[in-house]
């Protein structure tokens, strides 16, 4: 999906960042990146694994981003969005929108197969996402499906480029 993504130099929003590698394989590319991370371990090993990068780390979560300001040229959102409920992946939908530059675009991966013993994940199907996002004025751009990188069986992946549109949201 990066020949979707904007030239460096963008700015760019990492949601659910975890410890960093996608914002600092950004940051490298040139780009300004602003890493969201709610979990304070993961965030300091971010830190501390790419202190050598320029990465700007915000305490803040899904739905509502406090303390995240846009505008954004992208935002990821890598293998977060299974773990919000379907209200909470409406109203998330609507402020990542509201983050977004004019043709601004958004990349969401979709975790599909059973969760893991402990996990609040919850099965959130490709069409749900691209309704949710044209709803707001977010139309798809591609999508790529794949099995899972961890070679498990019973999971797959779905890759979707969501990019901001001129049009009103929809009611």
């Known amino acids: 999906m990066l020949p979707l993504f904007p030239p460096p130099p963008g700015r760019v929003a990492d949601l659910g960042a975890g410890s960093g590698r996608d914002a600092a394989a950004l940051a490298r590319l040139g780009h300004q990146v602003v890493a969201v991370e709610p979990t304070p371990e993961l965030r300091e090993i971010g830190k501390r694994l790419h202190a050598d990068v320029p990465i700007e780390w915000i305490d803040s979560a899904l739905p509502g ?36 530059s004019p043709m601004g675009r958004v990349l969401i991966t979709l975790r599909h197969g059973p969760a893991p013993s402990g996990r609040r994940m919850f099965d959130v199907p490709l069409s749900e996402t691209i309704r949710l996002g044209r709803r707001v004025g977010l139309d798809p751009l591609a999508v ?25 949201p929809r009611e």
């Open 144 to 168: 790529r499906e794949q099995p899972d990188l961890q070679g498990r069986a019973e999971i797959s992946w779905s890759a979707l480029v969501l990019q901001a549109t001129s049009r009103r």
């Open 65 to 100: 981003l406090p303390g995240v300001h846009g505008p954004f040229d992208l935002v990821l959102i890598v293998a977060v969005w299974m773990h919000l409920e379907y209200g909470d992946r409406e109203a998330a939908m609507t402020r990542v929108r509201s983050l977004l």
